[in-house]
């Protein structure tokens, strides 16, 4: 906190777990970004959206039902070891954020939502950032959680995917280990009980970011892939028993922060999209039949890239991108043509530091809305969609702890809650 210059910066730059994208996106910044209060928000935020207050420095959000009622609700991962629990209404607004501890020891993240153990109830799994393990909540199903376990893990889990890895019909879990003495992945396969066995570790390349599962390959077996601080990214193929083979790493020729997994092509074969804060840019690689990429193709952000996220947004049956600028603060979609190719770019203005998002339908029309964190201004901003891949802007009222107002926003379209990105499972997003 810079007092004298009334400057707030939540950026905190611990060597071994800050993301890459902050020292490039404080660097962008500079002194321009004024600190969050609510009677500054015009110099803060850049169009009428309505921001939720969460605890101090959220890093991720996931979409659920969290309390049984029918209605998308939203759990944001912070500093701190904390989840923060926004419970939603049918028109597409949050009530006041709820915080639960982890249990853990360091920051979330990444957050995931499932049911682990069975009982009707989602429960959610929280990456622990510093402690070198994953933290479990267990679901009590009013929106309320409790912590019932740790996990080891061999590094510092700063994405994970929660998926049926080994086809027993239970979750298990992945976890992409940062920091540079570390070049694996954690798979801890689950018990069925909200409980996970022993972790496997799987080789990657230096200090891997983000972690997807999909079916690189068309064979019907979960895969893993992993963008890695060394500038490559790692595909792992998966044998089906919940072991995976390294087969292959490729040189991005940039740092890749996240990564997004869904076929944009339409060959039945997962495709891989990497956001590169650095270059500015988002790259697109679609996949082989046996597993390999072809050669990424390169598109041009507004900003700094936080996030990128694969989805049918405008509803016509072809994958679209959707991508996170941290500055000047945007959420931007690329339409895609059905051949793995992808249009102009439509930016919509959101608050300043945006760095995660999750898709869902919030408000029950049939189209995908967005929910976007902002790291600087310690809010979480609902953008309800159109249909048609643009963002409809709404009235402003108040909501939360410190309202701003409220955009509209179509984002994802691909009928479901976030299938891979970050630290998502198949009925959550992150």
């Known amino acids: 906190m810079d ?7 939540h950026f905190r730059m611990r060597s071994h777990r800050a993301l890459a994208f902050f020292s ?5 910044i500079g002194t321009s970004v004024l600190p969050f209060r609510a009677a500054h928000a015009a110099h803060v935020f850049t169009a009428p959206f309505i921001s939720y207050a969460t605890s101090d420095n959220p890093e991720c959000v996931a979409i659920g039902d969290l309390n049984g009622d029918g209605n998308p609700d939203l759990a944001v991962g912070s500093d701190y070891h904390v989840v923060s629990v926004l419970l939603g209404s049918a028109d ?21 939502i499932d049911d682990l153990d069975g009982d009707g109830h989602p429960d959610l ?9 994953v933290a479990v909540l267990r679901g009590n199903g009013d929106g309320t959680f409790l912590p019932s376990g740790i996990f080891g893990t061999a590094g510092d889990p ?3 995917v929660v998926r049926d890895l080994n ?13 540079f003495s570390f070049t694996t992945v954690s798979v801890l396969l689950g018990n069925g009980d909200g409980t996970f066995a022993a972790r496997t570790d799987f080789d990657t390349g230096v200090s891997p970011m983000a972690i997807v599962s999909g079916d690189l390959n068309g064979d019907g077996i979960p895969d893993l892939a992993t963008a890695n601080q060394d500038s490559s990214l790692s595909v792992l193929l998966g044998i089906g028993d919940g072991t995976f083979v390294r087969v292959s790493d ?3 020729g940039t740092m890749p922060n996240s990564l997004a997994i869904g076929d944009v092509n339409g060959d039945g074969r997962s495709d891989l999209a990497t956001a590169n804060t650095n270059a500015q840019t988002v790259l697109v690689l679609l996949a082989r039949s046996d597993g390999t990429l072809f050669r990424p193709t390169s598109y041009a952000t507004q900003g700094l890239p936080a996030d990128v996220k694969i989805a049918d947004v405008n509803a016509d049956g072809k994958r679209d991108l959707v991508v996170t600028d941290v500055s000047p603060g945007m959420v931007s979609v690329l339409l895609g043509d059905g051949a793995g190719f992808f249009g102009t770019r439509m930016d919509f203005p959101t608050a300043a530091g945006t760095i995660r998002v999750a898709l869902g339908d919030l408000n029950h029309d049939g189209s995908l809305d967005v929910a976007a964190v902002s790291y600087l201004s310690n809010v979480v901003t609902p953008m309800l969609g159109r249909g048609d891949g643009t963002f409809d802007v709404a009235a402003t009222f108040p909501a939360g702890t410190n309202p701003i107002a409220m955009a509209g926003g179509d984002l994802n379209g691909d009928g479901k809650l976030d299938p891979t990105g970050q630290g998502t499972s198949p009925n959550s997003l992150h």
């Open 125 to 133: 799994v929280a990456s622990d950032l510093g402690g070198r393990a």
């Open 92 to 112: 597409g607004a949050f009530g006041t954020a709820m915080s639960f501890a982890t249990g853990g020891r360091g920051d979330v993240r990444s957050i995931a």
């Open 158 to 160: 700063i994405s994970l």
């Open 24 to 28: 490039a996106a404080l660097f962008a």
């Open 3 to 9: 007092r004298a210059h009334g400057r707030a910066y």
């Open 250 to 252: 490729y040189k991005m």
């Open 167 to 179: 086809g027993d019909g239970k979750s298990d879990l992945a976890t992409a280990n940062a920091n």
